[in-house]
């Protein structure tokens, strides 16, 4: 496993993230059996991740204060949150529930630290506070119709915060990033498409919260916004081509993914029929864009086998 955890790092959860998620969305569109291949890998993924960050605090503790303290770190919330919803969807519930506890753990440790270390024309990965926070409302809003309203007004009140912290997170991005960004930039969109699908959760309880039309014109509003970025964020794209593997690609398939999971679960929490279409062919290009770039990690991942074998003298 070495070579593999020398170029997964555990900032890297945006891979655990874009599995997970892509997960979901062959849920919504009833591809079960690709679904469930798709979870076991990202739990296999969040265990390697779970054993690396563990193994750094145990070993290295200032690298890990280092490392707690930036925009990435937060991608542990948000991975474990993705796997949470996916195992409510399951009807495991109380493993949804435990999940969400780790996730607002971390989530309470975390990004108080992050927020005080955040600057000026910060790449992408700035959105991740909004993120971290938003997936904790999909969590709640997924637990809530079987679990009570205490999730869902949980989830109201992290949906508010987790919109002010987009905001605050924009006014830090680094447009440039656009046009520059070596993939984290998408999380700018992807950021909105997460709050549409926090909307969406929180609008299914909308008998119990008396908000259920608001959220759903909200989610509305919010997807159109991400959709709006997914163009932008395509054109940058086509105006400068980075088609090398850089671990921050994964933070490129879990915007497009959650995209294609909010257009499909907007227009079911709606009623609206037109974002399903779109979905569904999101849908198809996130699942494209996760092949491509688990393709770039293997490759890294036997470049990095090869050279540890030729140093320590090994026949490759």
Known sequence: MAPWWAVLPPVAGAAVMATGVLSIGLYLVGLEVVSLVAFGLAWALWLVLA?????????????????????????????????????????????????????????????????????????????????????????????????????????????????????????????????????????????????????????????????????????????????????????GEAARPRLGYDVRRWATVFPMGMTAVACLAVATATEAGWPGPPGRVLLGIAAAAWLLTAYGLARRAAGARTSAQTSSGRPV
């Open 51 to 235: 054993g690396d960050v563990t193994a750094l605090f145990l070993s290295d503790r200032r690298g890990w204060e280092a490392q707690a303290d930036t925009p990435p770190a937060l991608t542990a919330v948000a991975a474990t949150c993705v796997l949470g919803v996916r195992c409510a969807l399951l009807g495991w519930g109380p493993a949804g529930i435990v999940l969400l506890g780790i996730a607002a753990v971390a989530w309470v440790a975390l990004l108080p630290v992050v927020l005080r270390h955040l600057g000026r024309r910060m790449p992408g990965g700035v959105f991740l506070i909004c993120v971290a926070t938003e997936a904790l409302v999909v969590v709640a809003g997924t637990l809530a119709p079987r679990y009570g309203r205490g999730f869902a007004w949980a989830g109201l009140v992290l949906f508010a915060l987790g919109l002010v912290l987009y905001g605050d997170a924009l006014a830090r991005f680094d447009f440039r990033q656009v046009v520059t960004g070596a993939g984290d930039q998408w999380v700018a969109g992807g950021a909105l498409s997460l709050s549409a699908l926090a909307g969406a959760k929180l609008a299914e309880s909308g008998d119990v919260l008396g908000t259920g039309g608001v959220l759903r014109t909200v989610s509305l509003v919010l997807l159109g916004l991400s959709l709006v970025w997914y163009g932008v964020l395509l054109a």
